[in-house]
């Protein structure tokens, strides 16, 4: 027989082993963290870009958290020198690269989810220019940003309506391809349309977007290319169906697009 303050002793420990493991159980299940997707972009509105109280905000930042939510997986976004994309993926520091991404010609590349949305890539001119054909462009000044699609079709002249150019300039940044125009240092600049109607939006001056697009993109994510995260099927089958119930074109609608380019539908 076990004497009575030894008992009470063991039912003490007993109950006390039994209420830790209940709710050490309880805090586990509380604190258990969602996966993380780390997603790299350059400032590109409307896509992506910081608004005033400092959070990520764009029509990939929506598309992002609510594809995201539908895998119960949580997003975290990372802004990215846009030139050093491959060495961010390369050396894990983002899982993939997220902001208005053309797949055209770059394929083999990455590891892609997607297309979820069609983007035009145009040429810009201000509005007195005497360009008004992609034909016009030939033998004048043109920027782009560092590192795009557009960069590469100039640069090999890829681009069979332009005969070539007087000089192509690659700029770090949307922001200073757009204000190399404005000061008159280019002729006209280009890349995908809604960023560029968003700059003309909020600059003040009088800029025309010639008609004849460049080129008609495929958007999509972007992993590491020899990445077998299971989240980029996942992701793939989620944007399509996010397109085909009317979700991304939701999203679009207030930036001003509209989802005739949706291939989820």
Same mark, same amino acid.
């Not at 992701?235 to 169906?241: A, H, I, P």
């Not at 001003?256 to 949706?262: I, M, Q, R, T």
């Given at each position: ?16 082993? #039994?209420?830790?493991? #209940?709710?050490?159980?309880?805090? *586990? ?7 993380? =997707? ?5 400032? @590109? ?16 930042? *929506?598309?992002?958290?609510?594809? #995201?939510? +539908?895998?119960?997986? $949580? ?12 060495? @961010? ?6 899982? #993939? ?22 983007? +035009? ?23 782009? $940003? ?26 770090? !940044?949307?922001?200073?391809?757009? %204000? ?16 560029? +109607?968003? =700059? ?9 977007? =010639?008609?004849?697009?460049? =080129? $008609? %993109? ?6 590491? +290319? ?14 399509? *169906? ?17 989802? !005739?380019?949706?291939?989820? *539908?």
């Amino acid at each position: 027989m076990i004497p009575h303050r030894y008992a009470a002793a063991f039912l003490s420990a007993a109950l006390l082993l #039994c209420l830790c493991a #209940c709710t050490g159980g309880k805090n *586990e299940s509380e604190t258990a963290q969602k996966e993380k =997707l780390v997603i790299g972009s350059d400032i @590109y509105a409307p896509y992506f870009y910081i608004d005033d109280n400092g959070d990520f905000t764009g029509i990939d930042v *929506e598309i992002a958290h609510e594809a #995201c939510g +539908r895998m119960n997986i $949580q997003p975290v976004f990372k802004k990215i020198v846009w030139q050093n994309k491959d060495v @961010y993926l390369e050396n894990g520091e983002v899982d #993939c690269l997220w902001g208005s991404f053309t797949i055209n010609g770059r394929e083999e590349l990455y590891s892609w989810a997607g297309p979820y949305l069609k983007s +035009r890539q145009v040429a810009v001119v201000r509005a007195d220019s005497d360009i008004y054909r992609l034909s016009d462009l030939s033998g004048k000044r043109i920027a782009v $940003q560092d590192g795009s699609k557009l960069e590469e079709l100039f640069l090999n002249n890829k681009l069979p309506q332009i005969s070539g150019l007087e000089n192509i300039y690659s700029l770090p !940044s949307v922001d200073t391809v757009f %204000a190399a125009l404005r000061k008159g240092y280019v002729d006209a600049c280009a890349g995908h349309e809604a960023a560029y +109607r968003e =700059l003309i939006k909020n600059s003040g001056g009088e800029y025309r977007v =010639l008609e004849e697009p460049l =080129l $008609q %993109a495929d958007l999509g994510v972007a992993f590491y +290319r020899e990445s077998a995260s299971p989240i980029k099927a996942e992701l793939t089958k989620v944007l399509k *169906e996010m397109g085909a119930d009317g979700t991304i074109e939701k999203i679009i609608s207030p930036y001003g697009l509209d989802g !005739s380019g949706l291939t989820g *539908e």
